[in-house]
């Protein structure tokens, strides 16, 4: 070639472009310092919990420890007013029953009694109308004097008095006419929720457990110690969230009913009483739950469980996801914590996504990075 350097010049340009290309194909940005980027494959993020945070009515206390329980405006406890003994039990726990149905059928030998005084006193009755009957006949013939004829009146007015107090207690036994037999019945509509009879079993009226309890389950209370510093918190008609650990992350909706006058000198707690919605059922008498009194005028916030929050220093953090296998840590400034919750002031909307279960280990690795 007439001019070789000037083809040496020429091979080592574009071999300089040939080695620079590639390298522009394969670099990739790298993270920002307060972002983790996890693939879609990553077992890593397969162990991470991510949740809409939600958005809940502002809170006047902290949540307070309580229990749902039957409505007793709408529950019967059953006890049987005559001692006998029980023949056949026509309902079990479980059972839908109607006002009226019966419950049980025993054996009484004072239904037998009641029955026998009522008939002795309505036949006294009887004869006391004849004997009055006659002594009017003869006192207007002059036969006897008006002493006797007071006398028989007397007698019959004792005679009616007994009747209408036999014919009363046979009827607050149920009306029975005839026999030993005697039907316990449901006075309500409702769920038998529980029973403390078995066929052969002795029943006595002064029994201390009842032999059923129906109750309308649709009806609950939700039962409240509230704290003496939390009294100014709470009053009459004012709304309630319940939580129940059966259905982690729903609220039932409540108001309180009525709060006690005395305070317990043990615990320096008053006894609260709301009614609660229980969807359909869904809550039973004697769960445990979390009842949190709600503040005046509904105001939402933003609600993050605590296993969401990371501190560094004096400020708290959260990671979003601010696209998949993006996840950011953002600084949030908190309100009202608890012992499950905190209320999120600024720095988080609700319906952003966030790590709730995982995110001190996804600090850990931002700190390992930096």
Known sequence: MKNPSLLFVLLLTLSQFAVAEP?????????????????????????????????????????LNGRVALDEDHTARIFSPVLGRALRI????GDTVKAG???????????GSAVADSRKAEADLNLKKRAIERSQLLYEHGVI??????SS??????SE???????????????????????????????VVDRQVNPGMEVRPDAVNPLFVVTNPSHLWAVIDLPEHDLSKVKVDQAISLEVDAYPGETFNGKVLSIGTLLD???????VRCSVDSKGGRLKPEMY??????????????RVPNTALVTDGLYSYVFVEAAPGRLQKRRIALGEQSREYAVVQEGLKAGEKIVTIGAILLNAELAEGK
């Open 289 to 302: 739950a979390r009842i949190t009194p709600l503040a005046d005028g509904q105001r939402l916030v933003v």
């Open 161 to 191: 008095a007994e009747a209408v107090r036999a014919r009363a207690h046979l009827s607050n036994l149920g009306g029975a006419r005839g026999g030993e037999n005697y039907a316990v019945r449901s006075p309500i509509a409702g769920v």
């Open 90 to 93: 026509n309902a079990k726990v």
């Open 101 to 111: 149905q019966v419950l049980m059928q025993m054996d009484s030998p004072d239904l």
């Open 23 to 63: 390298q522009k194909k394969t670099a990739a940005p790298a993270p920002a310092r307060d972002t983790v980027l996890l693939p879609a494959d990553s077992p890593q993020l397969a162990k991470l919990k991510i949740l809409p945070a939600e958005q809940v009515p502002e809170a006047a206390a902290e949540a």
């Open 265 to 271: 000198p043990a615990t320096r707690r008053v006894p």
């Open 153 to 158: 009146q007397a007698d019959m007015a004792q």
């Open 145 to 150: 004097a008006q002493k006797d004829l007071e």
